[in-house]
Structures are given as structure tokens and as C-alpha cells.
């Protein structure tokens, strides 16, 4: 017996119905008809295009294999794959485990690979130290393996997408004027995040920008910053800005992650992107206040910035915290190996 072709993947999943808009909408996958399976206690949908197929499996018993399955893990996972095969009678002729070889060499393991992501963070300070646990939480909670990125270091080339992070003001000779209103300036920050996110941009790598992130990858573009804005800027550290009723507009991919209901953002800059200072080919999504306050690349595969901090989750909308997910999701649809 032989196997053949790598017939389908199957995910299990919490729910089918509110995971297939993620694989249909995002990743453009068409979605079969979801169907129950009593006899072995789940519900199905497939998902596929010319080149993959993949199935969706929700657990019906909470008691079943694939329950404590789903339970214990609490998150979409690879549950098996499924292969085509020439002769499936010999294939359930199996040998008694006794007749088994113990260490055969023919055999391997499959395992998942987690997509791993450059996360960019200021230098490492006590001060800094909970604001930067809290991107790695973000990301590593929906499937992550984060490689963090300091002043300093270089980025792996072995990377499946870029997050830059908050942090603080860039040096404004970067986009061509002189520095009038800036503060807490890291020159060598600067350079490493210019340097990652024009090389991401190159490699068609997805690339999400948050907050000074997204100010990074407006400049990369050739786009320009307001150097002072009132009202976008807690006076306290820990304090907090609200920006209520921000509309995402409707046919981005920002809408496709986090939907075109009305949100509730936080605000904690005092620079800025203004439409006349947008950087070359991106397009804004969010816009408060005349300041644009999200854009996209639409000619590029993934490559989204937000002003807001969604990783703080007590701070913004359910549904603003949901770009982590589309974010990762679209770094694991090609991962640059099978490590």
C-alpha cells in the first residue's frame, strides 16, 4: 500500500459557523455547505480552491474525541490530515502492534507549525516591560511564534510576516522636515523598523503597524507625520483616550478582519497622518477627526497599520482585537518552512 496525494486538512474548531467567514472572507477559500455527521458526533463544512481543500470540524459531544480535543486546546487546531490511498482494505489490515517495528525510519511525525512573526519593541526597560508583554500575549495567543526585535538586532530571514509596535517618536529628518514638536527618539529604532518593513514590503511578507508602527510604515511609503496633535494623547501613562463611533470602511481588509461595525478605539499619540501626508499607494480605512487614523497597501498582499492599540483588550472593541487573529492566520498560509 502507497499513499498518494495529500487529499485535505482537517481543522477542529469551536464553532464552524463562526470560523468559516474567517477562511471564506479572508483567505478567499469557497465554503462547501456545513453538514452534521451524527455517527461520529460533528459538524462539517469544507473550504477549498484549485490548489487545497480543508475541512472544518466542530465537535457535537463535548464528551467525544474530538470535544476534549477542541476543549483542551480552545482555539482552531490541526486535528489530522488526510491522504488518498490505492488500496484501503490493506490500509485497515493493519499489523498487530507486537508486529510492528519499533524505530521504523519510514515513519514521521506531523506537526503544526506556528507561523513565526518579527515583533519590534522599544529597548528593554522595567518601564517597558508590560507594555511589550502584552503584543507578545496578543500574538501568541492566536498561534504565534513571536521573535522579538530590539534596537540593534537583525531581522531572520526566516520569517513569515513583521508587527511593528508602539513606542516612541521618529526622528522627522526620516520624512524630510525639521523636528519641532518630537520626543523620546531612538535613532537606532528608527533604522532597524525602516529597514524591516521596506525589506517585508519587497518580500510580500503580511505586515500589521500599530500605533508608532503604523507612523513607521507611513513613512517607509514616502508619507509624512503632524508632528503635534491635542487631544489624541492621555496626559497619564495609564490613562486613557476614547475614540467612539469609528467607522471601518466597507471592501478593506481592515473590514474583512475586524467587520464595518461601529467601534470603540483608544488613542494614545500625539503625531499623526493627515491624507496629505499619506504615504504613496496607501489607502485609509479609518479616518477621525480629518487624521487618518488606519490604511492599507492594496497591492500588496497583507499590509495593514492601525493608529489604535488593539493589544490593549480592555481598551478597544471585541471586534478590533480580532485583527491578531487575521493577522497570523494570513502569516500561516505560507510558512517559510516546515521547521
Known amino acids: 500500500m502507497k499513499l498518494g496525494p495529500l487529499h485535505h486538512v482537517a481543522i477542529a474548531v469551536p464553532s464552524v459557523s463562526q470560523s468559516v467567514p474567517f477562511y471564506r472572507d479572508v483567505l478567499g477559500l469557497r465554503a462547501g455547505p456545513v453538514r452534521d455527521v451524527p455517527d461520529q458526533r460533528v459538524r462539517v463544512a469544507f473550504l477549498g480552491d484549485d490548489r487545497q481543500l480543508l475541512e472544518l470540524v466542530e465537535p457535537l459531544d463535548p464528551d467525544s474525541g474530538v470535544g476534549r480535543f477542541v476543549r483542551e486546546r480552545g482555539r482552531p487546531t490541526l486535528h489530522h490530515v488526510c491522504y488518498v490511498v490505492d488500496d484501503l482494505a490493506g490500509v485497515r489490515r493493519r499489523p498487530h502492534r507486537a508486529d510492528r517495528p519499533r524505530h521504523d525510519p519510514r515513519v514521521r511525525t506531523m506537526k503544526t507549525v506556528r507561523p513565526r512573526i518579527a515583533l519590534t519593541l522599544s529597548r528593554p526597560t522595567p518601564l517597558h516591560q508590560a507594555s511589550h508583554q502584552r503584543y507578545r500575549d496578543a500574538l501568541e ?14 531581522m531572520p530571514e526566516d520569517v513569515d510576516a513583521l508587527c511593528l509596535s508602539g513606542g516612541g517618536d521618529i526622528e522627522p529628518s526620516r520624512y524630510g522636515e525639521e523636528d519641532i514638536a518630537c520626543s523620546d527618539v531612538d535613532t537606532d529604532r528608527d533604522s532597524l523598523e525602516l529597514t524591516l518593513a521596506r525589506n517585508a514590503i519587497d518580500r510580500d511578507l503580511p505586515v500589521l503597524g500599530i500605533c508608532r508602527g503604523f507612523q513607521i510604515l507611513n513613512v517607509a511609503y514616502g508619507g509624512r507625520l503632524l508632528q503635534d496633535v491635542a487631544g489624541h494623547k492621555p496626559e497619564e ?42 504615504g504613496h499607494g496607501l489607502v485609509p480605512t479609518v479616518v477621525v477627526d480629518d487624521l487618518v487614523e488606519a490604511f492599507e497597501a492594496p497591492d500588496k498582499r497583507w499590509v495593514v497599520g492601525v493608529q489604535w492599540h488593539p493589544e490593549r483588550t480592555s481598551e478597544v472593541s471585541a471586534e478590533a482585537r480580532r485583527i491578531f487573529e487575521v493577522f497570523v492566520g494570513e502569516a500561516a498560509r505560507t510558512t517559510t518552512s516546515a521547521r
Open 141 to 154: 495567543r492566536v498561534g504565534a511564534d513571536v521573535v522579538a526585535l530590539h534596537p540593534g538586532d537583525a
Open 237 to 278: 501613562r495609564e490613562g486613557l483616550v476614547e475614540h467612539r463611533d469609528v467607522r471601518v470602511a466597507a471592501g478593506s481588509r481592515l473590514a474583512a478582519a475586524i467587520g464595518s461595525r461601529p467601534l470603540v478605539v483608544n488613542s494614545r499619540h500625539h503625531q499623526a497622518v493627515t491624507r496629505e501626508g499619506l
